[in-house]
């Protein structure tokens, strides 16, 4: 969905969205997360001299592997849009002829505002990095790669201990 900057009235426009994850999912290519239906947002948008405003809000669920037990999981985002395009006032008239350093843009490609680029881009931002499933987690057996949240395999303990600790160790022994 496509927002032309001329066809936002004067006293603002409301868009309330329900996207498909699908839609989304096919704009992200590929990524390590699922984008579950449906994706709403609540935004507004208003222009002033040299700008454009969005604020709103959106909601999503997404599904994504544990970071440790790599288990798929739902994972539920909500955040707030808050962007501001930056427009030079004769853009819409000369806009071919600039190059696109001299629009100062916040990825507004002509006229337009991809909507579903700027949903897809808050999502991502909002999509945790090492996610776990649940807090205490925990797990696969780093030997056999039982999951140890279902079961206990009969491997031996392994101290938890860090490569670089195990060698500082190893020093102060040989301190001694
Ligand atoms: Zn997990
Ligand atoms: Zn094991």
């Known amino acids: 969905m496509k927002v032309n900057i001329v066809d936002i009235p004067v006293h603002g426009l409301q868009l309330n969205i329900t996207k498909n994850g699908d839609e989304l999912q096919a704009i992200a290519g590929e990524v390590d997360f699922i984008i579950l239906s449906p994706v709403s947002a ?5 222009k002033t001299d040299g700008e454009i405003l969005m604020y709103g ?7 994504q592997h544990c970071a440790r037990c790599l288990k798929q999981f739902e ?3 909500s955040s707030k849009i808050d962007i501001v395009y930056t427009i030079e006032p004769e853009c819409g008239k000369k806009e071919k002829e600039l190059s696109s350093e001299e629009i100062r ?5 002509g006229n337009e505002i991809d909507i579903d680029v700027v949903l897809l881009e808050q999502l991502s931002l909002d999509i ?5 499933c649940k807090s205490d987690c925990k797990g696969l057996c780093p030997k056999c790669g039982a999951d140890l949240n279902q079961e206990k395999c009969s491997c031996p303990v392994i101290e938890q201990i860090d490569q670089r600790f195990a060698k500082l160790k190893e020093l102060k022994l040989n301190k001694k």
Do not use: Q, Y
């Open 57 to 63: 809000n959106m909601a999503s669920i997404i599904k």
């Open 128 to 132: 945790p990095i090492r996610a776990v």
């Open 105 to 109: 843009t916040n990825d507004l490609e």
């Open 75 to 77: 994972h539920k985002i």
């Open 42 to 46: 609540n935004l507004s948008l208003s």
